[in-house]
């Protein structure tokens, strides 16, 4: 079936530095795929998506690219702030039958002042 | 912003007993959800609902849960007999339409502790 595997946390940044939380998936056909924020005692929240390979989302300047080649679906962002600390959920939609998300086990990122 | 309210947001109880999660999805999506994080675990699906009928459920939702769209605004999940390995958060969410392009919009969740 299909699954999404992210990279084990907590990241622990300063504040400024570069992020990358790693995402990659299983899945048949071309799926759908998203970043989810849940920032502390808060819902999940839609970041960003790409619905085809090369698609970059982009969103509060974090970005990722559908990576079809690698089947990855890195988030990046350039310069982190304190505010930015959240769990991250990498998930991915089917292209097909199924239309249920599924979801990492969600990346906790600290960003320190 | 629209968003999804879930009540309480934290549950405790004893091992056996009933409890119902709460959800108020946003007024004009059609699809609901309900899903759970088992501490450390994945985010995993139970059931999403439509047009007031179950369309699709997981393994992990068998005969101890059920859902229901009491009125027009509700959304509820029932866990009937709970265990100890029910103890998890529980998300709500609804979601426009089917099609892979929508995301989700999720509630705060509840935290569920049974003990």
């Known amino acids: 079936g299909d699954s999404v595997t992210q990279m084990e946390g907590p990241v622990t940044l300063s504040e400024e530095a570069f992020l990358t939380i790693n995402c990659t998936y299983t899945?048949?056909?071309?799926?759908?795929l998203f970043w989810y924020v849940q920032y502390p005692g808060e819902g999940l929240q839609l970041l960003l998506k790409?619905?085809?390979?090369?698609d970059k989302g982009s969103n509060k300047g974090f970005e990722a690219t559908y990576r079809k080649e690698t089947t990855s679906f890195h988030l990046e962002k350039g310069s982190v702030q304190v505010s930015d600390s959240a769990v991250y959920f990498c998930?991915?939609?089917?292209?097909?039958?199924?239309?249920?998300?599924?979801f990492g086990r969600g990346t906790s990122l600290i960003v320190h002042p | 912003e629209p968003e999804v309210t879930q009540t309480p947001s934290h549950q405790v109880t004893q091992m056996g007993q009933e409890v119902i999660l709460r959800c108020v999805p946003i007024?004009?999506?059609?699809?609901f959800y309900w899903y759970r994080q088992i501490l450390g675990q994945k985010v995993e699906f139970l059931v999403s609902?439509?047009?007031?009928?179950?369309?699709?459920k997981s393994e992990i939702f068998d005969d101890q849960f059920s859902v229901e769209r009491p009125d027009g605004s509700n959304f509820t999940l029932k866990i009937r007999s709970t265990k100890l390995e029910d103890s998890a958060m529980y998300f709500c969410?609804?979601?426009?339409?089917?099609?892979?392009?929508?995301?989700?919009?999720f509630g705060s969740g509840t935290r569920l502790t049974v003990v």
């Open positions: 998930a991915l939609r089917p292209s097909g039958g199924s239309y249920i998300p599924t």
């Open positions: 790409a619905t085809k390979a090369d």
């Open positions: 969410a609804s979601s426009e339409g089917t099609d892979r392009n929508y995301g989700y919009t």
């Open positions: 609902f439509y047009n007031n009928e179950i369309s699709e």
């Open positions: 007024s004009n999506h059609l699809y």
């Open positions: 899945a048949t056909g071309y799926p759908s």
